[in-house]
Each structure stands twice: as C-alpha cells, then as structure tokens.
Nanobody
Framework: QVQLVESGGGLVQAGGSLRLSCAAS????????LGWYRQAPGNQRELVAT???????NYADSVKGRFTISRDNAKNTVYLQMNSLKPEDTAVYYC?????????????WGQGTQVTVSS
C-alpha cells in the first residue's frame, strides 16, 4: 500500500510557474515508478511525466522542455516543476505510484490538486 499526498496546485497566469509536490508513505526505492497525470474537464486522464526507480524520465510531448519531474529520495517526495504554463495545462493533476503489493503490480493515486492557468 502507498499513500500519496499532493500539494502545490493553484491559480497562475499564462507564462508563470508552479511546483507540485507528492509525498509518498513509503521509501521511493520500493516504488517502481512515480509519475504525474492530469485530467481536464471532459477529457481522459493523461500522462504528464514519469520517473523510474532508476531515475529515467519520460514526458508527454505537450510538456517537454517546460516541465521537469524530479525526486527527493530522503523525503520520499516527487516533484513536478512546471514553467511557461499555458491555459491548456489547466487540469486536476494526480500523483501516481506503481509498486508491488505482494506479487501484484499496483497503481496508487493521490487525491489530485487543481492547476488553473489564466490567459
């Protein structure tokens, strides 16, 4: 079981920056991958960025060069630094962890944090 608690969302003007944080309830080295997803009204949840236990990162094309995912192992926390924000980045952002529970690879989700970018 992994509990995830997100923080850092809010309202920002286009071109601004926000940093999201997600604190995990267990050691991040026991988690296969951490990531951020987002869901805008009327849309499906989509991948934003992921970081594996080994430190490999992956980004959606729409955020490459603007967003950076990182991890603080000592704090069991994953971050999403979002720069040059656009109105189309407006969504609820969810933290995700993929980790084994026994033999089963499970997906765990945070409660979500709202990001609103005004034009």
């Amino acid at each position: 079981q992994v509990q995830l608690v997100e923080s850092g969302g809010g309202l920002v003007q286009a071109g601004g920056s926000l940093r999201l944080s997600c604190a995990a309830s267990r050691n991040v080295f026991s988690i296969n991958a951490l990531g951020w997803y987002r869901q805008a009204p009327g849309n499906q949840r989509e991948l934003v960025a992921t970081i594996t236990r080994g430190g490999s990162t992956n980004y959606a094309d729409s955020v490459k060069g603007r967003f950076t995912i990182s991890r603080d192992n000592a704090k069991n926390t994953v971050y999403l630094q979002m720069n040059s924000l656009k109105p189309e980045d407006t969504a609820v952002y969810y933290c995700n962890a993929r980790a084994y529970s026994g033999r089963d690879l499970m997906n765990y989700w945070g409660q979500g944090t709202q990001v609103t970018v005004s034009s």
